[in-house]
């Protein structure tokens, strides 16, 4: 198969809705993805993600810019001539054909030789898996049985892009992980540029070779997906990547220290004094005999070599009107009132966080520890959530 790169140029796609109103799904995305690699484009719902795999496929029209397959400008091509297979997450399998059938299906305008379509057919189904399930129509399939029917009958026509849209969303979790793992091998084995759209960090980070991460029509970063972990570009980016999620405390710079409340998390040398979000991450942190960061334990859950810590934030670190009004907010929730959930109100400012520690410290609910941050899990951000 012959692979090629993926140019995105000042990419941009602009809904206007019958009052008027513009959406901009799509903000002047500039991307190249290598030949033969696997992208997870990834992001919140919403973010844009599903319109630029359209663009790409031609099944949407970009506002402005241009799409590059190889050297071929592609922008104004329809999309059955630009040679994509595309994936969705609804199999959208023929329902009265058989497997074969349908894997058969996009070869059929193609007036190919009947015995090489079928040995074309059945070599595809075995690449996913289903070899021995020619004969079964779709209802007597499993959902990851259908999705790889829908992957074969995409890969068939040996496209030179593959392009995956929340492909794996209708699969339960143990089907997930072991198809995702699937279309990494096939992607390797067959070696086709793909892109994949998520919105599940997991999935993008154990699967793409690289990660685009979108917001709001606008690309925040690009890269290899542990060093985008280890060098986020700013706060959404270090937010949305990690689970557990990263630990944001507010806090400041003060000579050169950097503060929250009376503890010391460590030293930001060359930088002005300022008011700062700290991100750090939950395997961030060690337990230690002297520190100015001393903390109280409130729950304790070990699985396997690994505690986590659920600990009080240090005095100074949430806001006293914030912490009024989630006080409010969970004496309603123990009234049975409200469901509420204190993420949503405000994330940065919860009053725990979470530290992943080994399972030997053997740290018990109620316990005052003190703890010291490793410098290369902190990040530092300003108002605007930029990295400083
Ligand atoms: P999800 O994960 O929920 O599918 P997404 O990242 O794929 O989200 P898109 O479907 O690309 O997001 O949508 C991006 C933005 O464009 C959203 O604000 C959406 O409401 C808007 N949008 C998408 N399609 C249209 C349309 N046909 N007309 C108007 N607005 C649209």
């Not at 030949?35 to 973010?47: F, M, N, R, T, V």
């Not at 009958?153 to 392009?163: I, T, Y």
């Not at 270090?238 to 999620?245: D, E, H, I, N, Q």
């Not at 005095?315 to 409010?328: C, F, H, R, S, T």
């Amino acid at each position: 198969m012959e692979t090629i790169e993926i140019k995105l140029q000042n990419l941009t796609k602009v809904f206007q809705a019958k009052n008027k109103e513009e959406t901009i799904a799509v903000n002047d995305l500039d991307i190249t993805i290598p030949a033969g690699k696997l992208i997870g484009l990834l992001g919140p719902s919403g973010c844009g993600k599903s319109t630029t795999l359209y663009m790409i496929s031609g099944l949407l029209k970009p506002t402005e810019g241009r799409i590059f397959f190889g050297d071929t400008d592609v922008t104004d091509v329809a999309p059955e001539k630009r040679g994509i297979g595309l994936v969705f997450q609804n199999y959208a399998l023929y329902p009265h054909m058989t497997v074969k059938q349908n894997i058969l299906f996009p070869l059929e305008n193609l007036k190919m030789d009947k015995e090489k379509a079928l040995e074309r057919a059945q070599f595809y189904a075995d690449l996913v898996g289903i070899g021995h399930l020619m004969a079964r129509k779709p209802v007597q399939l499993s959902g990851g049985q259908q999705q790889r029917v829908a992957i074969a009958r995409a890969l068939v026509k040996e496209p030179r892009v593959l392009l995956l849209d929340e492909p794996l969303s209708n699969l339960d979790a143990r089907l997930r992980l072991q198809t995702r793992e699937e279309i990494k091998r096939i992607q390797k084995e067959t070696g086709i540029t793909t892109i994949f759209v998520t919105h599940d960090q997991e999935e993008a980070m154990s699967i793409s070779d690289e990660i685009v991460l979108m917001q709001e029509g606008i690309q925040q970063q690009k890269g290899a997906p542990q060093d985008v972990y280890d060098k986020p570009a700013n706060l959404f980016v270090a937010k949305f990547l990690g689970s557990p999620p990263i630990n944001l405390f507010e806090g400041r710079i003060e000579n050169e220290k950097i503060m929250v409340g009376k503890a010391q998390f460590g030293r930001a040398e060359g930088k002005k004094d300022q008011k700062v979000v700290i991100g750090v991450r939950p395997e961030g942190f060690n337990i230690v005999e002297r520190s100015s960061l001393k903390v109280t334990v409130d729950f304790v859950e070990t699985i396997g070599r690994d505690t986590t810590l659920i600990i009080q934030k240090p005095e100074g670190a949430v806001d006293p009107e914030v912490l009024k009004a989630q006080q409010e907010e969970s004496d309603e929730m123990i009234d049975g009132i409200e469901e509420g959930s204190i993420e949503e109100t405000a994330p940065e400012q919860k009053a725990t966080f979470r530290a992943i520690v080994d399972a030997d410290n053997r740290v018990k609910p109620g316990d005052v520890i003190k703890l010291s941050v490793k410098p290369h899990k902190m990040f530092l951000f300003n108002k605007d959530g930029e990295l400083i």
